[in-house]
T-cell receptor, first 113, second 117 residues
Framework: GENVEQHPSTLSVQEGDSAVIKCTYS??????FPWYKQELGKRPQLIID?????GEKKDQRIAVTLNKTAKHFSLHITETQPEDSAVYFC????????????FGTGTRLTIIP | KAGVTQTPRYLIKTRGQQVTLSCSPI?????VSWYQQTPGQGLQFLFE???????NKGNFPGRFSGRQFSNSRSEMNVSTLELGDSALYLC????????????????FGEGSRLTVL
């Protein structure tokens, strides 16, 4: 089945700096790659997603890039703010007979004021 | 529109007992998925139900089971609880079609935190 690896597991950045989280996936048929943000004690919520027909997508301070050849995608957060502190999960769908999302193990991002 | 509702929010059980968790999806959403969240393991897929049928299943033992009712509400059951089953169990609903790959937003509930002693 699909395997999604996410790095780093923890990341600390100074407020105002940029943060980058990277994920790799194994299923070349995957065509949907969402990112979820989970604040402490709260439910995961979708923050951005990308489909395989585009290489980059931006939404204000957040961007996601996708390299289908290398089978990796990344989340970029610019001008980080304290409210960006959370756990971020990447995910990929799969076509190995299972229609489900496989999530990475998460990155705990801490913004240092 | 009401969000995804999970009950109970917290529960404590002892080894060998069984537990049933409930999930009410967003109105109109026919797909319900269940995930187990543990520190360091992320979100691990348990199973997905659509129109009262289990459509997908993750790599969990048979002690983990679920079902979906005609109103799309779903329950999951864990029998013969083990210490390692302590986790946050999240359900998520999706406005999926009859045969759609996951290309839409999953809406998660707040989870049921299970502690096994």
């Amino acid at each position: 089945g699909e395997n999604v690896e996410q790095h780093p597991s923890t990341l600390s950045v100074q407020e105002g700096d940029s943060a980058v989280i990277k994920c790799t996936y194994s299923d070349s048929a995957s065509n949907y790659f969402p990112w979820y943000k989970q604040e402490l004690g709260k439910r995961p919520q979708l923050i951005i997603d990308i489909r395989s027909n585009v290489g980059e997508k931006k939404d204000q301070r957040i961007a996601v890039t996708l390299n289908k050849t290398a089978k990796h995608f990344s989340l970029h957060i610019t001008e980080t703010q304290p409210e960006d502190s959370a756990v971020y999960f990447c995910a990929a769908n799969s076509n190995f007979g299972n229609e489900k999302l496989t999530f990475g193990t998460g990155t705990r991002l801490t913004i240092i004021p | 529109k009401a969000g995804v509702t999970q009950t109970p929010r917290y529960l404590i059980k002892t080894r060998g007992q069984q537990v049933t968790l409930s999930c009410s999806p967003i109105s109109g959403h026919r797909s319900v998925s269940w995930y187990q969240q543990t520190p360091g393991q992320g979100l691990q897929f348990l199973f997905e139900y659509f129109s009262e049928t289990q459509r997908n299943k993750g790599n969990f033992p048979g002690r983990f089971s679920g079902r979906q009712f005609s109103n799309s509400r779903s329950e999951m059951n864990v029998s013969t609880l083990e210490l390692g089953d302590s986790a946050l169990y999240l359900c998520a609903s999706l406005k999926a079609g009859q045969s759609s790959r996951y290309t839409g937003e999953l809406f998660f509930g707040e989870g049921s935190r299970l502690t096994v002693l």
